[in-house]
């Protein structure tokens, strides 16, 4: 079966620094992944996704960067943080099937960045 | 391009009584639409997921959906609440057809389900 680990689980950082979040899938090859952010406990948007290595898009501008070094890893960045960049950050897969458009994609338990 | 609303921002049922979370969409052929459950400080869950056929569609722990055409509705559905159920449910949408390379949910902005002893 497919999992997915997403780290660190909380984060507190200073205005200015640096930021990296991780996420790997583990039983599956070749997955689409993605980012997305949740602020104050609802809506979801969507930051990045990526259909194979070094592919990304990003759905909205703004200072964070993704990356994707190998197959199963997609790494979330941000070389100076903004007090707008606390939120609750989900790492998320999906397999692409014979479905095509409809398959399902599977979140990670998520990260929460505070920046102080 | 692809909308779902959840009008409701809170649903509180009884334990045992039946449960309704209302979803609507707009897109602009024939929808996906997906049902996910958030506990506090967890990810979101898969539920369940119509893409084709039967409208009816029965998922995780006991819930089911049902696709209304006509309504552009997918309503999530449970016939006895249980006070585990108390979460945050969210309902997406994805558009067949979006653009190429566009695989994007759009969620609504969830409803909180409260079931009461």
């Known amino acids: 079966s497919q999992t997915i680990h997403q780290w660190p689980a909380t984060l507190v950082q200073p205005v200015g620094s640096p930021l990296s979040l991780e996420c790997t899938v583990e039983g599956t090859s070749n997955p689409n992944l993605y980012w997305y952010r949740q602020a104050a406990g609802r809506g979801l948007q969507l930051l990045f996704y990526s259909v194979g290595i070094g592919q990304i898009s990003s759905e909205v501008p703004q200072n964070l960067s993704a990356s994707r070094p190998q197959d199963r890893q997609f790494i979330l960045s941000s070389k100076k943080l903004l007090l707008s960049d606390s939120g609750f950050y989900l790492c998320?897969?999906?397999?692409?099937?014979?479905?095509?458009?409809?398959?399902?994609?599977?979140f990670g338990e998520g990260s929460w960045l505070t920046v102080v | 391009a692809q909308s779902v609303a959840q009008p409701e921002d809170q649903v509180n049922v009884a334990e045992g009584n039946p449960l309704t979370v209302k979803c609507t969409y707009s897109?602009?052929?024939?929808?996906?639409l997906f049902w996910y459950v958030q506990y506090p400080n967890r990810g979101l869950q898969f539920l369940l997921k119509y893409i084709t056929g039967d409208n009816l569609v029965k998922g995780s722990y006991g819930f089911e959906a049902e696709f209304n055409k006509s309504q552009t509705s997918f309503h999530l559905k449970k016939p006895s609440a249980l006070v585990s159920d108390s979460a945050l449910y969210f309902c997406a949408v994805r558009d067949p057809y979006s653009g190429a390379g566009s695989y994007q949910l759009t969620f609504g902005k969830g409803t909180k389900l409260s079931v009461i002893p």
């Open positions: 998320a897969w999906s397999h692409v099937t014979g479905q095509g458009r409809g398959d399902t994609i599977y």
């Open positions: 897109v602009s052929g024939n929808p996906y």
